[in-house]
């Protein structure tokens, strides 16, 4: 008798240990896609701080462009702008110095950006004959320039 009950404690136990494989295999499959999942969210969560970042940036360089259109003063043009890691150049021409003048003072009043302005003149060449008095003008901003209201970008984060 002792015999027959230690088999059915045996086959129960049998029948125990093959529900929990099996149970275990089902929350292997669980844990594998909850993983997946985690994944994918991370990645999403990457592309919206990204979306978010690059529309947080759309807004400086028209933002700036709308300040230096507002800062020409009447009789200078402007023939060329770069920005770069050294900072903003603008060349242009003008008919006065004192048209130069205004167009940097009022760069300096819109907030553009901190920090002065320098700049320079180029006298024309003497064979152009329509040049007269009017010659390259060139007005640079050393460092990071944004636009007033613009965000500062965040540094990098080491190992990122």
Same mark, same amino acid.
């Given at each position: 008798?002792?015999?027959? +009950?230690?088999?059915?404690?045996?086959?129960?136990?049998? @029948?125990?240990?093959?529900?929990?494989?099996?149970? /275990?295999?089902?929350?292997?499959?669980?844990?594998?896609? +909850?993983?997946?999942?985690?994944?994918?969210?991370?990645?999403?969560? @990457?592309?919206?701080?990204?979306?978010?970042?690059?529309? $947080?940036? @759309? !807004?400086?360089?028209?933002?700036?462009?709308?300040?230096? %259109?507002?800062? +020409?003063?009447?009789?200078?043009?402007?023939?060329?702008?770069? @920005? $770069?890691? $050294?900072?903003?150049?603008?060349?242009?021409? &003008?008919?006065?110095?004192?048209?130069?003048?205004?167009? +940097?003072g009022n760069l300096e009043a819109s907030g &553009? %950006?901190?920090?002065?302005?320098?700049? %320079?003149?180029?006298?024309?060449?003497?064979?152009?004959?329509?040049?007269?008095?009017?010659?390259?003008?060139?007005?640079?901003?050393?460092?990071?320039?944004?636009? /007033? !209201?613009?965000?500062?970008?965040?540094?990098?984060?080491?190992?990122?």
């Open positions: 008798m002792a015999l027959l +009950v230690g088999r059915q404690q045996s086959a129960l136990l049998d @029948q125990e240990i093959q529900r929990a494989r099996q149970e /275990a295999q089902s929350l292997r499959s669980v844990l594998e896609q +909850v993983k997946q999942f985690e994944e994918r969210r991370a990645q999403l969560q @990457q592309r919206v701080a990204l979306i978010e970042e690059l529309r $947080d940036g @759309q !807004g400086g360089p028209v933002h700036l462009l709308d300040e230096v %259109s507002r800062a +020409v003063p009447d009789r200078l043009w402007l023939t060329e702008m770069k @920005q $770069d890691a $050294d900072g903003l150049k603008i060349d242009g021409r &003008t008919t006065s110095l004192t048209a130069l003048s205004d167009f +940097v &553009t %950006s901190r920090g002065p302005w320098r700049s %320079s003149t180029a006298r024309p060449r003497p064979h152009h004959r329509r040049a007269g008095r009017r010659g390259r003008r060139e007005v640079q901003r050393p460092g990071p320039v944004r636009a /007033a !209201g613009a965000k500062p970008k965040p540094a990098a984060q080491p190992g990122a």
